[in-house]
């Protein structure tokens, strides 16, 4: 199974010190605005990374600068045993808590094994469906240059359809810790490019499981987002002209963020060019309480119209 990352990998160079990349343009902007990244841990791992009373994920946020947060003890990833970590902040800022919780995690695991070899493990990243396109690049391009530049295997699995609603797929890294980490900073950079890849990061934990029993999950650093067990989760798409879609989503998603935030629904826009059938209409799904769905529809309209109003105008 592994045989189709070591394809792409080139001869491995010396062993390099990873070091910041420096930003992809000139605009620093990129690099200060927020973004995240989520990862699977399991639940022993996700006990290390929190420390007692929470010490260790306290002195992480605090040496990072990001925000790091938890899934709850039985809020697993769809079709796995792992718990979820989200990372969130300025790029440099969620990769320094990154190596932090890996480096952690790495030494545990050397110091059970008793090898001072440094060993090639895996991390398995959490990605919208929509943004894999950008990490796989025309022809595979563009996986294909990271795995040369970090030195890392890197395999995007398929979308699991056992999960109706599921839009994320996983991406593994394979290597050192070095090596993932340059893996991570190339995926990381080139996600915080996708003005889409921020919609997500207001509601980490909220996965869809079979049958139709949905969780809403809050997480374990305070942060705020629905738990409503008893309101049953439905799901409604509607048509929104291309020329409006980016009035509905704001400037980096802030937009479309508020409206999630405001009315507990989770939103999301399909890619460019996949449109309502025989229509130019992009699909907007809204997933929530039928209170949180009729709050978001009425929010984007209001945006749509008045996007119409300042044409006639």
């Known amino acids: 199974m592994e045989s189709t990352e070591s394809s792409y990998v080139s001869s491995p160079e010396a062993p390099r010190k990873r070091s910041p990349p420096p930003p992809k343009s000139p605009n620093s902007d990129s690099m200060e605005k927020p973004t995240y990244i989520k990862f699977l841990v399991s639940n022993a791992a996700a006990g ?7 010490s260790t994920i306290t002195d992480f946020q605090s040496q990072s600068g990001a925000r790091i947060q938890l899934s709850r003890n039985h809020e697993f990833f769809p079709g796995t045993t792992d718990r979820i970590i989200m990372v969130s902040g300025s790029i440099n800022e969620t990769l320094k808590a990154v190596e932090l919780i890996l480096a ?17 493990t895996k991390v398995r990243l959490i990605v919208p469906n ?19 530049e970090s030195q890392a295997g890197i395999k995007i699995s398929p979308q699991d359809n056992n999960y109706f609603g599921l839009n994320d797929r ?12 340059r893996a991570i900073d190339l995926i990381l950079s080139k996600l915080a490019e996708d003005p889409h890849y921020s919609q997500s990061m207001n ?26 067990k008893e309101d049953r989760s439905n799901s409604v798409t509607i048509g929104i002209a291309d020329d409006h879609i980016g009035l509905v989503v704001g400037r980096g998603g802030r937009n479309i963020m508020e409206i999630s935030q405001v009315s507990g629904a989770r939103i999301k826009i399909s890619d460019r060019g996949d449109f309502m059938s025989g229509t130019t209409d992009r699909k907007v799904t ?16 209001q945006k749509v119209t008045y996007a119409s109003e300042r044409v006639m105008e």
């Open 48 to 54: 290390s990374v929190i420390g007692k009373g929470g």
């Open 104 to 120: 952690k995690l790495l030494s545990e695991f050397q110091s059970e094994e008793g090898d001072d070899v440094e060993p090639r």
């Open 130 to 148: 929509s943004s894999c396109g950008g990490i796989i690049g025309k022809g595979g391009s563009t996986i294909k240059s990271f795995i040369e």
């Open 170 to 181: 996983l991406v593994t890294l394979t290597g050192n810790l070095d090596e993932q980490m």
């Open 203 to 228: 509601a980490p934990f909220s996965y869809p499981a079979p049958h139709n029993a949905m969780n809403y999950g809050s997480n374990g650093a305070g942060g705020k987002f629905p738990n409503n």
């Open 286 to 301: 809204i997933t929530g309480s039928q209170r949180a769905i009729r709050a978001a529809e009425s929010m984007i309209m």
